[in-house]
């Protein structure tokens, strides 16, 4: 082929030397080689939403040529709803034929539901590299259900399995009364990417309690709740689990029943968010966190949906109203989990 290249460049300068057209000479010389015609090709992938790897299957229909290769080539650690693989096909014509026509146009395909994307010949149009995407996958597809929920019911922690393809998890403590609105939960979300959380000192009183977990992936498709059964608290336990307030002539702090304690950072206690010190003391007043501005009463307990006692609107987050925000919905004193004041979630 090297040798026919260079004669064909030697012949195209005497040519012109001599008035013809060298484009037409070009012409005849790939005329000697066949175009491959119209290629069909037949794409079968096992490659579902929620897998770790898969397989692409490509077979020659018709054409004048042979697959050399396949590869995907946004291949994820797993594959998520919403996905679509891209596959690298490579084709080789056969001998004494070329790929002349590239495009859309050039290929059918049939089996699994595939889009276009690029072709381009190579090596004297000798391969060509073909790009395709996959139908997008099926989030319904994917298992993202939580089994093997239990309590550990000496220290009031929950548990469940782990599942491969969870980022993390919510989870939520909810009251065993089925005609009470405590079925939807007390207290806060809770994300997590362990596959426990500890509820001892959540309890607000003595009664039956079961949890519910719903596992999220790295896309943001979610799981359903999923419940575990109920088992009992009694008020010697939550006692025994709790931790306490203490106090001296510098302040309130909360020590935790392991004898730990919170600083500089929010504490969610009883249902209500505290912000305590870089010293582990309870603050009360305006506290600056992440950009925004949470007032603490007298009790230490963050304020949400009302006025301060100095006259700002705190949000149901809890966060100070900033000027151009509406305030219409403010009113009412209550306390709720701090959105990045605290944990959160829905």
């Known amino acids: ?39 069909t090709l037949n794409i079968q992938s096992d490659i579902e939403a929620g897998d770790w790897g898969g397989d692409v299957e490509v077979t020659l229909e018709e054409g004048e040529c042979s697959v050399d290769s396949v590869e995907i080539v946004n291949e994820a650690e797993y594959w998520a709803g919403g996905d679509e693989p891209k596959v690298e096909i490579w084709l080789s014509a056969d001998s004494g034929y070329y790929f002349k026509k590239r495009g859309k146009s ?27 995407r996959l139908e997008e996958l099926d989030e319904d597809d994917m298992d993202l259900d939580v089994e093997g929920l239990y309590w550990d019911e000496e220290n009031g922690i929950a548990n469940w399995d782990d599942l491969d393809v969870a980022k993390n998890y919510k989870v939520r403590l909810c009251r065993d009364d089925r005609d009470s609105a405590a079925e939807e939960g007390i207290g806060s979300v809770y994300t997590v990417s362990v596959t426990s959380y500890d509820f001892s000192e959540k309890f607000p009183g003595a ?70 010190d870089q010293e582990g003391y309870m603050v009360t007043g305006w506290v600056d966190w992440n950009g925004k501005q949470y007032y603490c009463g007298s009790s230490g307990a963050m304020l949400v949906s009302t006025i301060t006692p100095d006259g700002f609107y705190v949000g149901a987050d809890g966060a100070r109203y900033t000027d151009g925000q509406s305030s219409a919905n403010a009113g009412g004193t209550g306390y709720v989990n701090a959105a990045g004041a605290g944990q959160g979630g829905a």
Not at 9 to 38: K, N, Q, W
Not at 210 to 237: C, H, I, L, P
Request: proline content about 1%; hydrophobic content about 35%; aromatic content about 18%.
């Open 1 to 39: 082929m090297k040798r026919t290249k260079e004669f064909a460049v030697l012949a195209g300068t005497i040519c012109l030397a001599a008035g013809m057209s060298f484009g037409a000479y070009a012409d005849d010389d790939e005329d000697e080689r066949e175009p491959v015609g119209h290629i």
């Open 106 to 132: 050039a290929f059918t395909f049939t089996g699994d539901e595939v889009k276009y994307v690029s072709s381009s010949a190579k090596n004297d149009r000798e391969e060509l590299c073909l790009t395709i």
């Open 207 to 276: 009664g039956s309690y079961y949890f519910k977990v719903r596992a999220f992936d790295s896309r943001d498709n979610a799981g359903e709740w999923q419940e575990s059964s109920s088992f009992y608290v009694s008020e010697e336990k939550i006692k025994e689990w709790k931790g306490q307030w203490m106090q001296d002539a510098r302040g309130w702090w909360y020590s935790n029943r392991d004898g730990s304690y919170t600083v500089n950072n929010w504490q969610e206690i009883g249902g209500k968010w505290y912000f305590f």
